[in-house]
């Protein structure tokens, strides 16, 4: 198989960016100060999946509606623009083919562990879930130009990311491909004008250096977790996993609620998604 260059990376992102009006289009639009739920929603109201997919998950038990939320704008009240966004962008992602059944899970998964960190750890949750939702959409590209990539993500989705596994997953993926998912997926957050903090969380969501922002420590978190819950490690396997940060300000009880609560939460999310 030929190396994919990076010409063909940075393409296929310009490819992403001018493929899906609607996105596109909300990219510029949630970056306003003015901007209304109503407004959000008029736009949105052009792509059904996408409105589906935001009334599911408004519906859904994640947020405690009972399923009352009857209209678009109110649903786009409820997720916040910047989770209606990155709804938006994995769609039109997943429109192109490349994302599979076990990435939805493994984003929604990650999402919502994501929120659950940031509700214990004090940072915001709807921008940790947010996030999260996108945290992987590199792979995403990866996939799309090298098909058999589907098969490595199938097999990564169920280990836990110890710190071999990492480095060995991320050497791998720049000897093939020139950068890593990882630093795909922040060029194009920064190509969609994220802000710089939130594209440098994506860039080092599998390395991350120094003192972290609490998005970016609630993302590293929601990440493992979620691959915790796909490959069914115990606490005990928890606590020695390298990485992972709650672990450190939580106790047993409390990260055992943590993990609850996600498994929960997030298979009911996927429920009401697909
Ligand atoms: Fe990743
Ligand atoms: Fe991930």
């Known amino acids: 198989m030929d190396l994919v260059s990076a010409e063909d990376i940075n393409q296929k992102i310009e490819v992403f960016e001018a493929s899906h009006a609607v996105a596109g289009r909300l990219l510029t639009l949630v970056e306003r100060d003015d901007i209304g739920a109503r407004e959000v929603a008029t736009l949105v109201s052009a792509d059904p999946i996408l409105v589906s997919r935001i009334m599911r998950m408004a519906n859904s038990a994640f947020y405690g509606t009972g399923g009352r939320v009857r209209e678009l704008h109110a649903g786009v009240a409820m997720l916040g623009f910047e989770a ?11 429109g192109s083919g490349t994302v599979t059944p076990q990435d939805w899970d493994h984003s929604i998964t ?14 915001d949750q709807q921008q940790a879930f947010s996030l999260a939702l996108l945290h992987d959409i590199g792979e995403a590209v990866i ?14 989705r169920s280990m836990p990311l110890t710190a071999d596994a990492e480095s060995e997953m991320l050497a791998s993926e720049r000897k093939r491909y020139g950068l890593h998912h990882a630093a795909i997926g922040a060029d194009m957050l920064a190509s969609w004008n ?9 860039a080092q969501h599998h390395t991350p250096k120094g003192s972290l922002s609490r998005t970016h420590a609630a993302l590293v978190d929601g990440d493992r977790i979620a691959h915790i819950i796909a490959c069914g490690s115990t606490l005990a396997e928890i606590r020695d996993l390298p990485g992972i940060l709650l672990p450190n300000y939580v106790g047993d009880t409390q990260l055992e609620t943590v993990l609850t609560n996600v498994r929960a939460r997030s298979a009911s999310m996927i429920a009401d998604l697909f």
Request: aromatic share 6%; net charge negative.
């Open 194 to 202: 994220f802000h710089p903090d939130l594209v440098q969380a994506v």
């Open 110 to 123: 990650s999402a919502v562990a994501a929120a659950e960190v940031a509700r214990t750890i004090g940072a």
């Open 143 to 156: 996939a799309s130009l090298d098909p058999s990539f589907h098969e490595v993500l199938d097999s990564r």
């Open 84 to 94: 209606v966004k990155s709804l938006a962008l994995a769609s039109f992602v997943e």
